[in-house]
């Protein structure tokens, strides 16, 4: 019968052991790891398909793991990451207080539209106040700027776009604001300030709506750190208070408001936009003459629909017809036409 390949090896040091004495021992430790080695090496090529399933689980649960996310993200991009990213609730750093007092849905609107709460000083944060053209010029002036385009698209056939362009900033859960991250607020009117830099464009849609017969309202444009997370916060009361355990409350909240950190509110980049008659913010202003009007028109100046219906798996946002980010002209007429969001405008064009 013929001999096995550890019974050869066995047979080979047994005979070299017997016919010198002195390698008795070294012959005995050879034949040892020998036979480790051979079985381990047998254990791993009879159990082959076993371990590439331990490997595939383990590579799977790294690519969709939060800790992970960021070094998946930078390869496969942002769309692709962001639809295999399950767990919202991704920041272990981000420490919010919960208290046991409940709030029902209205009183949550009535917060977000009127600022009515004395714990973070709203006399130094007008983020809630609704301004409407009329309120931000005097004496029902018109607004004239002689460098606008008034409207007009840029050509964006050879534009050049680039990733540190201030007006495509991508900010979101994933991508929380830098700490270096510098900007100058500008005066709307009274308390209520966004980034300087988009105030012009902002007015220049305002009479443009109003000229058509339409009189569309501002809230909630630059909105501090502070703000955010008592506005996060007193979501998260909301849902515990209908009985959720305190992470399913935090996961609902997130897809709701943004986490603190997260905004784009809170670098004076974003508004809320209404109209004069029409002011809470909830999906049905899309169907009002302002709502269609702002789909229809806000890329003319350079300001893009963010949290569009239909991209909720990419932006983790509800659809918000009243949230609109500038990110420039240029930019916001590609989203426009390709019908994609800020996320997707990065993947394809940065």
């Not at 076993?50 to 595939?56: E, H, L, M, Q, W």
């Not at 977000?112 to 983020?127: C, I, K, R, T």
């Amino acid at each position: 019968m013929k001999k096995t390949f550890r019974e050869k090896i066995i047979s080979k040091f047994i005979k070299l052991a017997k016919k010198n004495k002195l390698l008795h021992y070294p012959c005995l430790a050879a034949l040892t790891v020998a036979l480790g080695v051979y079985h381990l090496i047998r254990h791993f090529a009879t159990n082959t398909k076993r371990y590439a399933s331990v490997v595939f689980v383990m590579i799977f649960f790294m690519a969709s793991c939060s800790f992970s996310f960021a070094v998946f993200a930078e390869r496969t991009g942002f769309i692709r990451a962001q639809e295999t990213y399950s767990a919202i609730v991704e920041d272990s750093d981000i420490s919010l207080a919960v208290e046991t007092e409940a709030y029902t849905e209205e009183e949550i609107v009535l917060e977000e539209v009127d600022g009515a709460d004395l714990e973070y000083n709203p006399e130094n944060d007008m983020s809630g106040d609704v301004y409407t053209l009329d309120d931000i010029l005097e004496n029902g002036e018109e607004y004239r700027t002689d460098n606008s385009l008034e409207g007009e698209g840029q050509e964006t056939e050879n534009y050049a776009f680039s990733s540190t362009d201030w007006r495509l900033v991508l900010i979101n859960k994933q991508h929380p604001i830098s700490e270096d991250y510098e900007f100058k607020l500008g005066r709307i009117k009274d308390n209520l300030q966004c980034d300087e830099r988009i105030i012009e464009d902002l007015l220049l849609m305002m009479q443009a709506a109003k000229k058509d017969g339409l009189n569309i309202a501002i809230q909630s444009p630059y909105r501090t750190s502070d703000r955010q997370e008592h506005n996060f916060n007193k979501r998260i009361k909301l849902y515990m208070g209908q009985g959720m355990s305190y992470m399913d409350a935090y996961k609902k909240a997130s897809q709701v408001i943004t986490v603190p950190g997260c905004s784009e509110h809170e670098i004076g980049l974003a508004l809320d936009i209404t109209s004069d008659t029409f002011q809470p913010l909830i999906q049905e202003f899309a169907d009002t003459q302002e709502g269609m009007w702002l789909a229809e028109h806000s890329h003319e100046y350079g300001f893009i629909l963010r949290y569009p219906a239909g991209k909720e798996y990419i932006t983790s946002i509800e659809y918000e017809p009243w949230h609109f980010r500038y990110v420039g002209r240029e930019a916001a007429k590609i989203m426009y036409e390709e019908e994609i969001c800020l996320e997707e405008f990065w993947d394809k064009y940065l």
